[in-house]
């Protein structure tokens, strides 16, 4: 009878910096699985516009290539049921299935053990009354703008779920997270550690034949905070407001991380860690904005023909239209807009008939008399920093190198394709 098999994606993870961090001393958990099993590259897709994490995760769970499975946004999984995913396959096959955060992928399982979606996917969550209120305050938490407040109901939602859900011997954990949470990339950790948690307790209730993890923390500081790493040698150096100079959030998350896989390894399940991609070090000061409140923005320069917006991850939102002549006005209008002072643009648009995939692109520092005019309407949009939140400060950038490690059979290539990964994992499976 062959072992239960868990996923664990780690999105993003630069093991170079991981090496020296165990060279250090550090994560224990990261050196005995190394160190027994090894390390094999993966490569994806060689246009950098393409090493998205959303394309390279839905490569994994498809066996497909971006050039076969073309889904190029984040959420688009749902509605392309023309693709067959690891999941029900394996669910097809009589074997049962539970997933936590799998990135970019659609629930359609019959009889699933639990699926609980990303947060910026919308799918259906399976799961008790308590896991689908906790989905909703993570969804809210991750995609609501700054301002906004959990509601009351949301908030003892996810205490409940907490309590339930998690041992009482991680509470010390949370409390110490929750007094740090303001510092730089803390929440975030503080995310992944519940859904971890959370999947533990699910797991053990029902210990499905393959089960996925998935967690986005360690790509997020990355991209917010790596010249903060110990690990990074490079000239870049980010503003004390911003990071203080001596305080590594890497580390923080990589030993969430490592306690992590020493819990899974202990479990008796077969592990096989991914990454689907890297990222190295960004060499130019770029910012990273957001929207604070996109249906009022759009609403004041212009736009108000839409059906829907739905906010995506970090500066990218979705827009819907009835027709395709009214998403093309909104393209049109989008892109006449620039910024006064250096005429850059300030949205990147991708029009797909009657929704547009917008990117706010503007990437510079944006001052108290910033504003942005429109070549199309003359509408000018005076201190245009009141309607964005600051995101970030670009730490890191995607490579399209993953890894790939494995506690079942060994791999004997020392690189192999990502969408291989996919046949790796059911060949644990069906053993």
Excluded at 195 to 212: G, H, Q
Aim: hydrophobic share 35%; net charge neutral.
């Amino acid at each position: 009878m062959s072992k239960p098999v868990i996923l664990l994606g780690l999105n993003e993870l630069n093991f170079d910096y991981i090496k020296y961090y165990i060279s250090q001393g550090h994560l224990p958990s990261f050196k005995k699985v190394i160190e027994e099993n090894g390390i094999v590259e993966t490569t994806s897709e060689s246009k950098y516009e393409l090493l998205e994490p959303w394309i390279q995760w839905v490569t994994l769970h498809t066996g497909k290539t971006y050039d076969e499975h073309k889904v190029f946004r984040l959420g688009d999984i749902e509605d392309r049921k023309d693709l067959s995913q690891i999941f029900e396959e394996v669910e097809q096959a009589g074997k049962t299935v539970g997933a936590i955060s799998p990135f970019n992928a659609a629930n359609r399982l019959n009889k699933a053990s639990f699926f609980v979606p990303d947060p910026w996917t919308k799918t259906k969550v399976t799961g008790s009354f308590l896991i689908n209120k906790l989905y909703e305050g993570i969804h809210q938490s991750v995609n609501e703008n700054a301002d906004s407040k959990l509601s009351v109901s949301t908030l003892i939602s996810i205490l409940s779920a907490v309590l339930l859900n998690v041992s009482p011997s991680r509470w010390p954990h949370y409390i110490k997270a929750f007094l740090k949470r303001k510092k730089p990339g803390y929440k975030a950790i503080i995310l992944d550690s519940l859904l971890s948690d959370v999947f533990f307790s699910l797991w053990k209730k029902n210990k499905p034949d393959f089960a996925n993890l998935f967690l986005n923390t360690g790509a997020h500081v990355q991209h917010h905070y790596l010249f903060n790493s110990q690990a990074y040698k490079g000239d870049q150096k980010n503003p004390e407001w911003y990071c203080p100079e001596g305080y590594d959030p890497f580390i923080e998350v990589l030993t969430e991380y490592d306690r992590t896989i020493g819990k899974l390894l202990k479990s008796g399940a077969t592990l096989i860690i991914a990454t689907g991609l890297h990222q190295n070090p960004h060499e130019h000061v770029t910012y990273y904005w957001r929207l604070k409140k996109h249906e009022d923005f759009l609403k004041k320069i212009g736009m108000s023909n839409f059906t829907k917006v739905l906010p995506r991850m970090s500066r990218d939102f979705l827009v819907e239209f009835k027709t395709k002549e009214e998403a093309l006005a909104a393209d049109q209008l989008l892109t006449s807009y620039k910024s006064s002072e250096e005429d850059k643009d300030i949205f990147n648009v991708d029009n797909r008939g009657t929704s547009l995939f917008v990117e706010l692109v503007y990437d510079k520092d944006i001052t108290d008399s910033a504003s942005i005019m429109s070549s199309m309407n003359n509408i000018k949009v005076e201190n245009f920093k009141k309607y964005v939140a600051f995101v970030a400060i670009k730490n890191g950038e995607h490579n399209g190198t993953g890894y790939l490690i494995t506690t079942g059979e060994k791999v004997e290539a020392k690189v192999i394709p990502l969408k291989d990964t996919k046949e790796i994992i059911k060949k644990e499976i069906f053993k």
